[in-house]
């Protein structure tokens, strides 16, 4: 089992900058791939990064490439997701996962909300 707790989320104005982190318990995460999606209101969960934790190797949705960057601290199993130049759009829950081949585990969710 893993546990995943997100924190760093918040209200900021558009154009301003959070970062998100998520900390993980129970099993180390070297064969796992950490992934942070977010669900807006009336609308689907979607995949907004993921990082392979063993090679570093990431992902990006095309909305927030270029903007969003997701790293992860081996020592204190912990993953990061730093958001700069945020927009209104980006205002949702967001989620940390993390899994092997799906993602099994999942986090309570962090409340992201841009005014503009």
């Known amino acids: 089992q893993v546990q995943l707790v997100e924190s760093g989320g918040g209200l900021v104005q558009a154009g301003g900058s959070l970062r998100l982190s998520c900390a993980a318990s129970g099993r180390t995460l070297s064969s796992y791939r950490m992934g942070w999606f977010r669900q807006a209101p009336g609308k689907e969960r979607e995949i907004v990064t993921a990082?392979?934790?063993?090679?570093?190797?990431?992902d990006y949705a095309d909305s927030v490439k270029g903007r969003f960057t997701i790293s992860r601290d081996n020592a204190k199993n912990t993953v990061y997701l730093q958001m700069n130049s945020l927009k209104p759009e980006d205002t949702a829950v967001y989620y940390c996962a993390a899994g092997k081949y799906v993602y099994d585990y999942w986090g309570q969710g962090t409340q992201v909300t841009v005014s503009s």
């Open positions: 990082i392979t934790w063993s090679t570093g190797n990431t």
